[in-house]
Structure formats: C-alpha cells, structure tokens
C-alpha cells in the first residue's frame, strides 16, 4: 500500500466523530492492505513501530522534529519554531512547509525508515536521527510530513484502541462472529500485528494455531468483584484465598539465562526491577516459564510492606539501584502460564499453583503469594481483616477447577476489596476525554477539572461518570495541562459517550484514580444510561494520586462494575 493512501485513512479516521464510521473505516482499510504490509499499518494506525512491550521508542523530541524540517526544507529554525508556535502542531507545520509532491513511498517503506531512526543509537546518533528525518521528509509531500511528524513525537492523536482493531479485522473479513477467536490469539502474544498477519497468510486456521510463547506477553486475567465473603462462597463454592497485594504486577519470562519482565499493560519493565530477574534466573527452577506475581517495596527492619505509591516509583529511567537500596522489593509469585513447554493457562487453578510452589528455590525475593482453601465465609472475612491491618489492598477468591483467563474478567477470580459502608469506600479507575479549563484561582492552571469515563467493553466505548476537580495538587494541575494538551483532539473522540461539552477533548489515553461519597443517578452522565437517559455519576470524586502510568485506557473500571457497586451500595444502605 502506497504512504499516501494510508494517509488518506488516517484523514477519514481523524474527521469522524462516530465509533461505528471508525470501525467501518479501519475495516476498509485492512481489506486494502496485503499480509506484507498489515502488521505494519495497524502498528502505525496505533501510533507506534511496535507493541509497547518491545520496549522501542524513536527518541525523537519537538526539537530534534523541528531541526529536522529546518533541514529537509531549507527553512530557518526559527521560521519553523515561528510557525509552530503559531499551529500548535508540528504536523501542520510540517505540512505547511514541505512543499515536494513525494516519491510515491510505500507504507512499508515508510515504516522502515522510522524503525531505522528508532534503532540508531550510540555516539552521534542524535544527528544520524535528525539526518534520517530529514531525508524522509525530503522524500514525502506535504500530507504525509504532517503525520509522519506527529507519528515521530507520539502525537497521531487518532486513539485505536486493540478491542476497536479486533472488531475491524473481523469486519474486514465479513464476518464479526470472529472476533473472540481473534481476541484469543492476541490475549496470548499481545501482538496485533502479528494476529492480523497470520490471519491474512494463513486464514482463520493460522489464528486458532496461536499458542503461548516466553518473550511475548499473554495479557492477564482480571478479577469481578463481590461485597461479601458468603457471595462468593454462594457464587464459587470452595475456593483458594490469597492476598490482594496493593503493588505493581508483574509477569515474569524466563529463557535460559534471559530474563524479560512485562507489567499489567504490557509494558517492559525489565530494567525497574533488577532483583526479580537475577532472582528469577537463579531461584526459579525452569529452563522456560511463564509466571505472574506482584511486587511491593517492604521495609526490611520490620516486614511491612510499603503502599503502591512507594512501589511505582520504580517506574523511571535512572536511579533504580539506589531505589532498591532504600525500598528493596518482595516479589509474591501466584500465577503459572507456562513452564518447559507445557501451556499452563489451560489447566485448573490447582494444578498450576501446586506446580508453581515445586519450581520456587527459597530465596530473599520471590515467595508464593499466601494462600488457603475454604468454603467458610468467616475464616475468609477473619483473614480480610487482618489482610486490611497489614496495609493490603484485600483478598482474591480463585474458582479451584479454572483455567487461567487470559484478558478475560470474570468470576474464576473474585476480589474483596474494603467494606462498603453507605459510601463509596473503593476507589474507582476512569479515563480521561477531556478537561475544563478552571474559573477564579483555577484559571491560572488552564485546568479546572477533567471530564472522566468508564469502559463499556461491549461497545468498546468511554462513556462518561464524573469531573474530577479535587484531588490535585497545584503543581500537579499545571502538569495535568501539559500532558492533556499533547493528546488534544479538536472534537469529541469518536469512542467517547458524552452529553456533557468539555472546553477541551483529549484522546483517551490516561487513567486516573479517584474515589467518592457514592454512586448516585445522573442525567448528565452516559455510564449504564438508561430509556430515561439516566446514567450513573460519582458524587463529589476526589483524585487519589496522580495518572496510573501502569494503565492503560481499556484498564478503566467498566460501566458493568460501576452498575455493580451501585446495587452493592443500595443493599448496603438498606441493611
């Protein structure tokens, strides 16, 4: 497929303000597309060269893109400066200064190009980039500079989520029924480039092939929730009890001697926690496994184990081995995915855990999580509490006979969270669509309050819950700006359900989370709407935190939970 004609697509998805004209779109757009190319256009239509857990990035800056057009135009940099100051847009200004007519450039081609640019590195290697650019632009005409320069700094703004993919690559092939096949193969490799390839090469008997694989992450299993420990005894019967860790998850990948870490958004986090590897490749008894488990920083003096928020400031790029120093990590191991060749994810809870337990050496880091069986609803709720005065975030009940549901949410595993007491004392995870901007002290910020939503997975759509103004700390505020205004849209986002008009859109890329008084009934809000146009809201939410940089959009509570938690709260307020 030419550039340009991919070009044209990103034009049409970037107009349109409805979800299914997106879907339509995208599906057209894949029926275009050969196997050669199809990995390569879906992966650039998300806004990047690979799956996040490759762990590649361009390393291209606004000022490295803005010497970059200086170049591959003759133009001043302060011309180009000038004029994007004045669009806001590197990509408009892009457009607005290279004036070639282009060489006719494949997508492959193009694509290529930029993977060269992201993988030199090394001495000189920022003026290699600034060269490569450059020379790329020389070669393109205007409307493709204008996406190649927002692609190269992250700002393609066109937020396609992996569930709006799926349902586009069904359609393309006629028939939407596909899609949970289609969704089971990338729930095991997180890939999907690789899933749209094997489809087009191989057809639908290629996707049903698809099996774990060490090196690619399977994406994890969620938990429902329940209010009480006799619901989930009703619900589940006799069940394993473990802790519910408030750290960072973690799936660990072993292959001999090489260790790869990924997080619950599939990021690599590898270099973030350099004990858990050394200790993986010396206390865990495999050549090649697949195993997940949570980390928490703990204080070594006294055991006690240290709040997220300690935890996830392992989440940088310097600085780590000091950090280990002061906050040294537990790593409580309790899923087994694959071990030696033998996929896991399909055998009964017990089976993997006992076998998990066998492949564990005592050493300082790794221990299985706690655990015990009962079908006794007051030997749960007695551990809940104690689990609660040690500073964890509850319990988890495992269904003893279940598989492990890869991306899948469901009751095999349910959580018990803090008690609800005619409040809402869970907190609740929303993504943000866009901000307003603040009147009287707040408008020095430029944003008063953002505009969160909750995932309607069957729709694949945000739909809104709250404004989220509390919470934020001044600095935080102007942060807030900073970052929201990158990811600007100049229209709704075609997968955001909203009544309400922010000032500004944003594409739905952050999570934040933030708790409330409770869950009431709203007209001004399209969470669970009914006939009435009655949704549900949060009443006076508070920001706990600041964005969840282990999330991603898909990662907010649904639509689905904040229904359920309203029901629980009713019945809780009744008693």
Same mark, same amino acid.
């Given at each position: 497929?030419? +550039?340009?004609?991919?070009?044209? =697509? ?21 029926? *275009? ?19 996040? @857990? ?53 997508? *492959?081609?193009? =694509?290529?190009?930029? $993977? ?59 028939? %939407? ?22 489809? &087009? ?18 994406? $994890? ?65 495999? !050549? ?9 920083? =703990?204080?070594? #003096? ?21 950090? /280990? ?20 994810? *399909? ?13 564990? !050496? ?9 655990? +015990? ?10 551990? @809940? ?30 959580? &018990? ?19 307003? %901007? ?42 807030? !700006? ?19 008009? /922010? ?12 708790? #409330? ?34 999330? !991603? ?10 229904? *359920? ?11």
């Amino acid at each position: 497929m030419k +550039f340009i004609r991919l070009v044209e =697509y990103f034009e049409r998805l970037e107009e349109t303000t409805k979800r299914l004209e997106m879907f339509d779109i995208l599906s057209e757009l894949f029926r *275009e597309a050969s196997a050669k190319d199809i990995d390569k256009i879906i992966y650039l239509s998300q806004g990047q060269l690979l799956p996040p @857990f490759y762990g590649l990035e361009i390393g291209m800056s606004e000022k490295l893109l803005i010497r970059a057009i200086s170049d591959a135009t003759n133009t001043p940099t302060q011309k180009v400066k000038d004029s994007f100051k004045h669009s806001g847009d590197l990509g408009k200004t892009a457009e607005g200064l290279v004036k070639g007519r282009g060489q006719n450039l494949t997508a *492959e081609k193009v =694509y290529e190009e930029i $993977m060269n640019i992201a993988r030199t590195s090394g001495a000189g290697s920022v003026e290699k980039k600034i060269g490569f650019l450059s020379n790329l632009l020389r070669g393109v005409s205007s409307k493709e500079a204008k996406y190649i320069a927002r692609f190269v700094i992250g700002r393609l703004r066109l937020g396609i989520g992996d569930p709006t993919v799926l349902e586009a690559l069904a359609l393309a092939q006629g028939d %939407r029924a596909l899609r949970p096949e289609l969704e089971r193969a990338y729930n095991l490799c997180s890939d999907l480039g690789l899933v749209a390839k094997a489809l &087009l090469e191989k057809g639908m008997e290629g996707v049903r092939k698809f099996s774990v694989r060490v090196g690619y992450p399977i994406r $994890m299993a969620l938990c429902e929730r329940l209010p009480s420990s006799e619901e989930i005894i009703a619900k589940i019967g006799k069940a394993a009890i473990e802790a519910k860790y408030d750290g960072f998850r973690v799936q660990c990948h072993k292959d001999g001697d090489k260790v790869d870490l990924f997080s619950r958004n599939l990021e690599r986090t590898t270099h973030m926690f350099p004990e858990i590897r050394e200790a993986t490749k010396d206390s865990f008894l495999a !050549k090649r496994a697949i195993f997940e488990g949570e980390a928490l920083a =703990y204080n070594e #003096a006294t055991g006690e184990l240290f709040p997220f928020q300690i935890t996830i400031q392992r989440k940088r790029k310097h600085g780590i081995e000091e950090l /280990a120093k002061e906050y040294p990590l537990k790593f409580f191991a309790f899923e087994l995915l694959y071990v030696d060749g033998m996929d896991y994810t *399909e055998k009964p809870y017990l089976e993997r855990r006992k076998k998990l337990v066998s492949l564990i !050496k005592k050493n300082p880091i790794i221990e299985p999580a706690e655990m +015990f069986i009962t079908d006794d609803p007051k030997k749960i709720y007695k551990y @809940f509490e104690e689990a609660i005065e040690r500073g964890l975030e509850g319990v988890v009940a495992k269904r003893l006979d279940a598989p492990y549901a890869a991306g899948g949410r469901n009751f095999n595993w349910i959580k &018990l969270k803090r008690s609800y007491r005619g409040e809402l004392a869970d907190t609740i995870d929303v993504c943000i669509v866009g901000y307003f %901007r603040g009147k009287g002290a707040r408008a020095r910020f430029g944003v008063g309050a953002l505009l969160g939503a909750v995932y309607d997975e069957e729709a694949d759509t945000f739909r809104t819950v709250s404004k989220v103004g509390s919470g934020f700390k001044e600095d935080e505020f102007i942060e807030l !700006k900073k970052i929201l205004d990158d990811i600007a849209i100049q229209h709704k986002h075609p997968r955001v359900d909203s009544v309400i008009e /922010a000032d500004v859109w944003v594409e739905p890329r952050y999570v934040v989370t933030v708790t #409330a008084d409770e869950i009431t009934r709203s007209p001004s809000h399209t969470a669970g709407r009914d006939r009435e146009d009655i949704g549900y809201a949060l009443r006076f939410p508070r920001a706990v935190g600041f964005l969840r940089q282990d999330k !991603k959009p898909e990662d907010a509570n649904t639509v689905k939970e904040v229904i *359920e938690m309203f029901e629980i709260q009713k019945k809780v307020k009744v008693q």
